[in-house]
């Protein structure tokens, strides 16, 4: 496809459980970010790829959260045992280079996770 | 730590009205700096980018912004607006690292005929 897509769309979990939630980016991309943004928030950073190497996971807000790249395209950020703080849109990007401060992020339109 | 701060969480205009959305940022080193934009049940979008040169950017649909380095500043304008810029604006930088963006809490911008 044209842009990146990221699926479900929504998500419901109950608290405690496990979800994994996928990106697919632009066909190409080097570079892939996970976002997460709260209500009324901007977005903040989680984690970067670079391929499949995952370079910065200074925003992940506890080793309850996990991602991954294996074959350097599509992405899986994987929550652990979910709480209700962890309710919010989590947003995937990519951009073509490897992470040049030239380059231009594209944006998927985010899965809205609910833990109840 | 760097920050980006906007000022205006909502805006109301009317048609025709000129807009300007402030946008502060916190880091001393060099920056790239971006306005993103989200209408209603869409994904964000690039609205316009600063990188080097020049320090009036023009964007898409008519939008501009000034980055002013002494004061921090990367604020957006438009002359005048239409119902269809109803939407969130976000101002955000890179600083170094791998790219990583950091975002303000964004500006809702409601625009009535």
């Known amino acids: 496809g044209a842009g990146v897509s990221q699926s479900p769309r929504y998500k419901v979990a109950k608290r405690g459980q496990d979800v994994a939630l996928r990106c697919d980016p632009i066909s190409g991309h080097v570079s892939l970010f996970w976002y997460q943004q709260a209500l009324g928030q901007g977005p903040e950073f989680l984690t970067y790829?670079?391929?499949?190497?995952?370079?910065?996971k200074s925003g992940l807000p506890s080793d309850r959260f996990f991602a991954e790249r294996p074959e350097g395209s599509v992405s899986t950020l994987k929550i652990q045992r979910t709480q209700q703080e962890d309710s919010a849109v989590y947003l995937c990007?990519?951009?073509?280079?490897?992470?040049?401060?030239?380059?231009?992020?594209?944006f998927g339109p985010g899965t809205r996770l609910t833990v109840l | 730590a760097q920050s980006v701060s906007q000022h205006n969480h909502h805006v109301i205009l009317s048609e025709a009205a000129s807009l300007e959305l402030g946008c502060n940022y916190s880091y001393g080193g060099t920056v790239n700096l971006f306005w993103y934009v989200q209408y209603p049940g869409q994904h964000l979008q690039l609205l316009l980018k600063?990188?080097?040169?020049?320090?009036l950017v023009k964007g898409i649909k008519g939008f501009e912004a000034e980055f002013i380095k002494s004061k921090f500043s990367f604020n957006l304008r438009k002359p005048s607006v239409q119902w269809s810029d109803t939407a969130e604006y976000f101002c955000?930088?890179?600083?170094?690292?791998?790219?990583?963006?950091?975002f303000g809490a964004g500006t809702r911008l409601a625009v009535h005929p």
């Open positions: 990007a990519s951009s073509s280079l490897a992470g040049g401060l030239t380059d231009t992020q594209y």
């Open positions: 955000a930088v890179n600083a170094g690292g791998y790219n990583k963006l950091i």
């Open positions: 600063y990188f080097s040169g020049d320090p």
């Open positions: 790829f670079q391929n499949e190497a995952q370079l910065d």
